[in-house]
Every structure is written in structure tokens, then in C-alpha cells.
């Protein structure tokens, strides 16, 4: 994964953008961090040459003129390589779920120390997804409540093979290609290779999503988050 160098940060409260501030300047040292209070701010941000435009945003939710799921999606629609992370008090399913389809990329809570937080971002850079553990057990939770994990392998999307489930499962594991190379015993570009496919045939862009395939496959338990 490329380094992060511009990151947005889009929140109301300006203590919750000094936290922010301060985890990812932990996180990423030599980051040069643009914040915003408003999703028109962030909009701005947005209409930059794509060179100037954010690696990594960290957005709220409740911002005072729209939802932040809103700025998500324009931020992927700008910017597709662009990470965004929804930094939020809102842990239900009625916030969550729509700011994972709108393509954010990692969900963490306000509630989160500071030290977790950067640990949370840190791991970006290993191709790991943000995801507060609450949150990480809430999306298996919902996937089990509406797939027996007995369930067979072609719940969604095309058959995958064992390697390509073996892959997935690693995936939402929050294991990076190259880890997931050694645990396999196989060579990095063997399984970028299965990555790819993996992604083609569920249709997903994103570890966020592949975890919630994973779930809906059966292939990971609540208990291992």
C-alpha cells in the first residue's frame, strides 16, 4: 500500500478533530493533515487537482449540514484509491451498514483511546481495515444472523476454490499479501493473484467487504474479533 501522506479530516467538534489530529500524526509522521468542520469544507477539499487530493480521510457522521456518508461517497468517486474511515459515536447497524456500501474503507468509534486508535490506523499501512472490535463483531454478528454459517460456499457471487476461500478467510483476518504468503506457504504474487480473484467473484472492492463476505460465508466467527 502506498504511504499516507494527505490526510482530510472531517468532524464538527473541535476537540474530535484534535484527537484525530493527534492519532494520525502518530500514525503517519510525515503527514501533511487538512481538516474541515462541515461536509461543504470536506467538499472543498475534495475539488483539488487529483494530485493534492486526500490518501486518508477520517470522517464523522453527524456533520451539521448532511450525513457523512455522503462525503464518503463523494471521496470515492473522486479519489477510488483514496481510504476513507468514518470516525463516529454511532455503533448500529442503521449508520454502519450504509457507510460500508457507500465504500468506507474502515469504521472506528469515538470512544476508542487514543493509543488504540493509532494502532487502528497503523495497521492500514499493512492492508489491515480499521475496525473497532465492537464494530468488526457487529458486522459477523449481522451476517450470522441472516446466513446459517452451514450455509454453502456459493451464498453470494461465483464458486470460490479453497485456496480463494482459504485467501478470503486470511483477508478478513486482517492479514496483509504478504503474511497471508507465508502462512500459505505460497508466493506473494500467487496470492495477490487469488486476491483479485477473490474480489472479482464477490464483487467486493474493499477488506471491509471481503470481511463481510467471509462472514456470510461461514468462514469467520464473531469470536475471532
Keep these: 500500500m502506498s504511504d499516507i501522506i494527505r490526510i482530510l479530516i472531517v468532524d464538527d467538534h473541535a476537540g474530535a478533530r484534535a484527537w484525530l489530529e493527534r492519532a494520525a500524526r502518530a500514525a503517519f509522521p510525515n503527514c501533511q493533515i487538512a481538516t474541515a468542520a462541515d461536509i461543504a469544507g470536506g467538499m472543498l477539499a475534495f475539488a483539488q487537482p487529483q494530485a493534492n487530493l486526500p490518501d486518508l480521510a477520517l470522517i464523522d457522521l453527524g456533520l451539521p449540514d448532511g450525513n457523512g456518508t455522503d462525503l464518503v461517497r463523494a471521496l470515492k468517486a473522486r479519489a ?126 474493499s477488506r471491509a467487504e471481503a470481511t463481510m463476505a467471509a462472514a456470510q460465508r461461514g468462514l469467520v466467527g464473531v469470536g475471532q474479533f
Design 80 to 205: 477510488p484509491n483514496a481510504i476513507a474511515v468514518v470516525a463516529t459515536m454511532f455503533d448500529d447497524d442503521a449508520h454502519l451498514f450504509p457507510a460500508l456500501r457507500a465504500g468506507a474503507q474502515g469504521y472506528v468509534l469515538k470512544d476508542e483511546t487514543e493509543s488504540e486508535l493509532v494502532r487502528l490506523l497503523v495497521g492500514i499501512s499493512n492492508g489491515q481495515p480499521p475496525l473497532s472490535a465492537s464494530i468488526a463483531r457487529r458486522v459477523l454478528m449481522h451476517f450470522a444472523a441472516i446466513a446459517p454459517q452451514s450455509a454453502p460456499a456459493t451464498i453470494t457471487g461465483e464458486h470460490l476454490t479453497e485456496r480463494e476461500s482459504d485467501t478470503l478467510k486470511l483477508i478478513a483476518k486482517g492479514f496483509n499479501v504478504p503474511k497471508i504468503a507465508e502462512l500459505l506457504g505460497i508466493s506473494k504474487h500467487t496470492v495477490a493473484g487469488y486476491v483479485r480473484d477473490v474480489y472479482r467473484k464477490l464483487s467486493v472492492s
